[in-house]
């Protein structure tokens, strides 16, 4: 791994971790797992179809929440999330999850109307060892949020974002949390405080906030294509001019791109060997990214932490995982050994 930190410099980053304050704003879920029997499976008296017998049922937070528990596994100082659930048992649940990671529930905002975004999982499984994925049950919202609860989530963003250090956005929803005039007091937050924004469908509605698109995002938002490492740094230049703000172009396991005043640079993604499982990095690499820029100032150390991070949740199969300081330190020394 070329781009990698000297220990040093990782260790630096780490300690930093404790002293920062970060604020995340955006779209937070429900991820539900529901394992059906199917031995134990009935064919029902009523209607012409077998029962779905579940027997176990885990939750985790999903979404931006994934987001939100990365930044908590970092073990920095505070961790404020901005965003919004609904009364119901899904954000009973979400808003659990969240007290058991310590996080301060403070900025997040009750919907008058609409559910929290919930995506169950059914993983059935009968007499081998196999399982099988049905399709996913999704709960989510299709009307904008509601004015007077848009009110209290301007109202939360501009107190977690007093002497915050960091700013980490998630934007996943078509009616989340991001509205116009949230996006549009993130850009000017972006102005006096790093934001880093991820953001499916609006990347390019942003400025004077580090973007981090992938490379179909990226070629999306500047309204091309691209296939070679020298294209997305094209694009690259082309997104940073427009935002007025670095700009980050993730490549999958071929690393990223940091670009910064007209330039582009490379940055070698951390190995990783074996089976792994892609799910969830994305979330992983922006919550290490900010938390590392936060403390370092760097964008390309930042890129380098973050593809550590990521290098340990792919290796978490099945699982939207996190990774903790200490196992980060550990895929360093692996990366380290494989140079």
């Not at 049905?134 to 939360?156: G, M, Q, V, W």
């Not at 991001?178 to 991820?198: F, M, N, Q, S």
Request: a negative charge; proline letters at 4%; charged letters at 30%.
């Amino acid at each position: 791994m070329k781009n990698l930190l000297t220990k040093d410099e990782l260790i630096s980053i780490i300690n930093g971790l404790k002293q920062i304050k970060v604020c995340f704003v955006g779209d937070v879920a429900l991820d539900a797992y529901w394992r059906a029997d199917m031995k134990k499976s009935q064919l029902s008296r009523e209607t012409p179809h077998w029962t779905l017998p579940v027997i176990c049922e885990t939750y985790s937070p999903g979404g931006g929440g994934n987001v939100v528990s990365n930044i908590a596994a970092l073990e920095v100082g505070k961790l404020i999330p901005v965003t919004a659930v609904a009364k119901d048992w899904r954000g009973d649940i979400l808003l659990e999850k969240f007290r058991e990671q310590g996080v301060d529930l403070s900025g997040i905002v009750k919907r008058k109307s609409g559910v929290t975004t919930c995506y169950i999982k059914p993983v059935k499984f009968g007499i081998s060892d196999q399982l099988q994925e049905d399709p996913r049950l999704d709960f989510e919202n299709y009307e904008d949020i509601d004015p007077d609860d848009e009110e209290k989530l301007l109202a939360s963003l501009d107190e977690a974002a007093k002497d915050a250090d960091v700013i980490a956005v998630s934007d996943y929803c078509n009616y989340g949390v991001i509205t116009k005039r949230v996006r549009d007091r993130l850009c000017e937050l972006g102005k006096t405080i790093p934001a880093i924004v991820d953001s499916r469908d609006r990347i390019g509605m942003f400025k004077n906030v580090i973007i981090k698109p992938n490379e179909v995002e990226a070629a999306r938002a500047a309204r091309t294509e691209a296939s070679t490492l020298d294209e997305y740094k094209e694009i690259g230049k082309r997104l940073q001019k427009e935002t007025e703000a670095p700009v980050i172009v993730t490549l999958g396991g071929l690393g990223g791109l940091w670009c910064e005043n007209g330039e582009c640079e490379y940055v070698e993604t951390a190995p990783a060997s074996g089976e792994i499982d892609i799910v969830g990095a994305g979330d992983t690499f922006l919550s290490a990214f900010s938390c590392a820029y936060a403390v370092c100032k760097d964008g390309k150390k930042a890129m380098a932490f973050a593809n550590l991070a990521s290098g340990v949740t792919v290796k978490k199969l099945g699982t939207t995982g996190t990774a903790s300081p200490e196992e980060i330190i550990s895929k360093w020394e692996e990366c380290k050994n494989d140079r």
